[in-house]
Nanobody
Framework: VQLQAFGGGLVQPGGPLRLSCAAS????????MGWYRQAPGKQRELVAH???????NYASSVKGRFTISRDNAKNTVDLQMNSLKPEDTAVYYC????????????????WGQGTQVTVSS
């Protein structure tokens, strides 16, 4: 199983950016998915989370500006980020709780490789 994230880059304050993450491999089912971020010198923190049923929750710092969504048919999770601020600068990681059946039944958390988001003028 692999998670691959796309969409990071440099954006001006106030601008939008969209991150995407695709899961691939011998996936039976994906439960919750989420986006985390880690700024230099800080711990990794949860940004947004979405259940397989579509329920969402957000860090207070991004609520109202970021929107998480998923496509269960494509095994993808997106993060639409609007009104970006310099303090949103970080490496963003996608995460998914995935059930596989081969070579043996297993449920585990998988991480994408991280994508850099820099908000600067």
């Amino acid at each position: 199983v692999q998670l691959q994230a796309f969409g990071g880059g440099l954006v001006q304050p106030g601008g939008p950016l969209r991150l995407s993450c695709a899961a691939s491999g011998s996936i039976f089912r994906i439960n919750a998915m989420g986006w985390y971020r880690q700024a230099p010198g800080k711990q990794r923190e949860l940004v947004a989370h979405i259940t397989d049923g579509g329920s969402t929750n957000y860090a207070s710092s991004v609520k109202g500006r970021f929107t998480i969504s998923r496509d269960n048919a494509k095994n993808t999770v997106d993060l639409q980020m609007n009104s970006l601020k310099p303090e949103d600068t970080a490496v963003y990681y996608c995460n998914a709780c995935i059930v596989v059946l081969t070579p043996a039944p297993l449920i585990d958390h998988y991480w994408g490789q991280g994508t850099q988001v820099t908000v600067s003028s």
